[in-house]
């Protein structure tokens, strides 16, 4: 029997947590699994499945089934308790997985391995219940993870105070640039520290354990992870056509939580010069503050450079009065938009970003240069990385209100689009736009890393 017919044995569910920013870099490595003989199941929520869009030009190679998260019924779109829904999902998701699980094996389609969002430990226990491959997928970075792990140990205090924060194979770090949800308990949602915690709370019994990330991005702490988990780099997840072209057709990543206002984003930055535009994003579930989003709009004004601004339905009541009127021709405002092409458009000079792991990784892979607006969770940690470490953008620092202000705004992007240390943070996200795609290219890191897997599901 050869490769591939064994290969074709192999059958894996991919079970992402709920949520845009998990769903899309797990769909992303699914595609990747398809593409080296693999085939791949992705799992979603009954609520789920029936408010996502779903392009079957780009998920045709991906089967979809569902298991109940408990709320069948109620939007996932909308605020609910984090504690209540993860407590119940665990529950309901363990008995509707585990019979999946034995309907597949009914009809033919036994599974391999599970492979699940970090955010679900307890798929884990089914895993080893059916006698599967348990495989964790991490959709943030190693250095976020390992900051957990070192809490959950009991190796760092919390809340953190004032001192630096010294971890293995990680920058020195103050308390203010670790997870929101360690440093800064009153203001973290009920639920979200030991939601984030417990996400390494059975690691040691996983058998494998897979980050959105590619090796030279995060070398040292994938180095002290190596020695103690069998790890694998992945990433970066972004659909094949903005990376190394293997996978053909790959041109999104297919699902949607909002409908993208493609036509309409694309059509206006056709008619902006190269690099003039400020595209800005602060991702599916960032709330903003309405002075917050006042003092943005006014610095985006300020600044005199075109603008894209993505600003939920929800959040739109809060720009400041006829501003959309007032900057018409300067800028334009969108509810959702297909992000990946705005970033990979030549009219795009930078991202305002809240730097979310996948808007970051999205902005490494296609060499966009950032000014990094870090609200909550892990994205202080990836604005650290990103102005101390990769060298790919500009903090834009609040006052003693937790506001950034207008005039840090339009400064941040002045600096960017024409200052001298705009010039040298362009050149580094070229570099590192160039090592993302030899990471996942044939006989990079992250595709050797994958073909390792692949041989473990295989043989």
């Given at each position: 029997?050869?490769?591939?017919?064994?290969?074709?044995?192999?059958h894996?569910?991919?079970?992402?947590?709920?949520?845009?920013?998990?769903?899309?870099?797990?769909?992303?490595?699914?595609?990747?699994?398809?593409?080296?003989?693999?085939k791949?199941?992705?799992?979603?929520?009954?609520?789920?499945?029936?408010?996502?869009?779903?392009?079957?030009?780009?998920?045709?190679?991906?089967?979809?089934?569902?298991?109940?998260?408990?709320?069948d019924?109620?939007?996932?779109?909308?605020?609910?308790?984090?504690?209540?829904?993860?407590d119940?999902?665990?529950v309901?998701?363990?008995?509707?997985?585990?019979?999946?699980?034995?309907?597949?094996?009914?009809?033919?389609q036994?599974?391999?391995?599970l492979?699940?969002?970090?955010a679900?430990?307890?798929?884990?226990?089914?895993?080893?219940?059916?006698?599967?491959?348990?495989?964790?997928?991490?959709?943030?970075?190693?250095?976020?993870?390992?900051?957990?792990?070192?809490?959950?140990?009991?190796?760092?205090?919390?809340?953190?105070?004032?001192?630096?924060?010294?971890?293995?194979?990680?920058?020195?770090?103050?308390?203010?640039?670790t997870?929101?949800?360690?440093?800064?308990?009153e203001?973290?949602?009920?639920?979200?520290?030991?939601?984030?915690?417990?996400?390494?709370?059975?690691?040691?019994?996983?058998?494998?354990?897979?980050?959105n990330?590619?090796?030279?991005?995060?070398d040292?702490?994938?180095?002290?992870?190596?020695?103690?988990?069998?790890?694998?780099?992945?990433?970066?997840?972004?659909?094949?056509?903005?990376?190394?072209?293997?996978?053909?057709?790959?041109?999104?990543?297919?699902?949607?939580?909002?409908?993208?206002?493609?036509?309409?984003?694309?059509?206006?930055?056709?008619?902006?010069?190269?690099?003039?535009?400020?595209?800005?994003?602060?991702?599916?579930?960032?709330?903003?503050?309405?002075?917050?989003?006042?003092?943005?709009?006014?610095?985006?004004?300020?600044s005199?450079?075109?603008?894209?601004?993505?600003?939920?339905?929800?959040e739109?009541?809060?720009?400041?009065?006829?501003?959309?009127?007032?900057?018409?021709d300067?800028?334009?405002?969108?509810?959702?938009?297909?992000?990946?092409?705005?970033?990979?458009?030549?009219?795009?000079g930078?991202?305002?970003?809240?730097?979310?792991?996948?808007?970051?990784?999205?902005?490494t892979?296609?060499?966009?240069?950032?000014?990094?607006?870090?609200?909550?969770?892990?994205?202080?940690?990836?604005?650290?990385?990103?102005?101390?470490?990769?060298?790919?953008?500009i903090?834009?620092?609040?006052?003693?209100?937790?506001?950034?202000?207008?005039?840090?705004?339009?400064?941040?992007?002045?600096?960017?689009?024409?200052?001298?240390?705009?010039k040298?943070?362009?050149?580094?996200?070229?570099?590192?736009?160039?090592?993302?795609?030899?990471?996942?290219?044939?006989?990079?890191?992250?595709?050797?890393?994958?073909?390792?897997?692949?041989?473990?599901?295989?043989?």
């Amino acid at each position: 029997m050869d490769m591939e017919e064994k290969s074709c044995k192999a059958h894996v569910l991919i079970i992402p947590c709920p949520a845009q920013g998990h769903i899309n870099p797990m769909l992303q490595f699914s595609k990747r699994l398809v593409f080296k003989g693999i085939k791949a199941t992705l799992v979603t929520t009954i609520s789920l499945s029936k408010t996502m869009h779903v392009d079957q030009k780009y998920c045709s190679s991906i089967a979809i089934e569902t298991i109940s998260d408990g709320s069948d019924n109620v939007d996932p779109r909308q605020p609910r308790s984090i504690q209540d829904y993860f407590d119940r999902f665990k529950v309901v998701g363990s008995e509707t997985l585990a019979k999946l699980i034995k309907r597949l094996d009914d009809i033919g389609q036994p599974v391999t391995a599970l492979i699940y969002d970090s955010a679900m430990p307890w798929v884990l226990d089914v895993a080893k219940q059916f006698g599967l491959l348990g495989v964790v997928f991490f959709t943030q970075t190693c250095a976020v993870n390992s900051i957990y792990y070192h809490v959950k140990r009991g190796f760092l205090p919390v809340p953190l105070s004032g001192s630096d924060v010294s971890i293995p194979g990680l920058p020195l770090l103050q308390a203010s640039e670790t997870p929101s949800f360690i440093y800064d308990l009153e203001s973290t949602p009920p639920g979200l520290h030991d939601l984030s915690v417990n996400q390494l709370s059975n690691i040691d019994e996983a058998d494998w354990l897979l980050f959105n990330t590619f090796y030279k991005l995060e070398d040292k702490v994938v180095d002290w992870m190596a020695k103690r988990w069998k790890v694998g780099t992945i990433g970066p997840t972004l659909p094949s056509m903005y990376l190394d072209k293997r996978i053909e057709d790959d041109k999104d990543y297919g699902i949607n939580l909002y409908k993208p206002k493609t036509i309409d984003c694309i059509s206006w930055l056709n008619n902006r010069p190269s690099g003039s535009v400020v595209y800005v994003s602060f991702g599916s579930v960032a709330y903003q503050r309405p002075e917050q989003i006042e003092e943005l709009a006014w610095g985006l004004k300020g600044s005199k450079y075109n603008f894209l601004w993505v600003v939920r339905e929800s959040e739109q009541t809060k720009l400041p009065d006829k501003f959309k009127e007032e900057t018409s021709d300067q800028g334009m405002i969108v509810s959702w938009c297909p992000q990946m092409e705005v970033l990979a458009h030549e009219s795009v000079g930078c991202f305002v970003t809240h730097c979310g792991l996948s808007s970051v990784f999205e902005a490494t892979s296609l060499g966009v240069a950032m000014v990094a607006v870090p609200h909550f969770a892990d994205q202080p940690t990836n604005a650290k990385y990103v102005v101390d470490v990769w060298g790919t953008g500009i903090r834009a620092f609040p006052d003693e209100k937790g506001i950034v202000t207008r005039e840090v705004v339009e400064n941040c992007i002045k600096e960017i689009m024409e200052g001298e240390k705009g010039k040298e943070i362009k050149e580094n996200a070229k570099k590192w736009k160039n090592l993302a795609r030899e990471a996942i290219d044939e006989g990079g890191s992250s595709d050797k890393d994958i073909d390792e897997f692949v041989a473990r599901l295989v043989y």
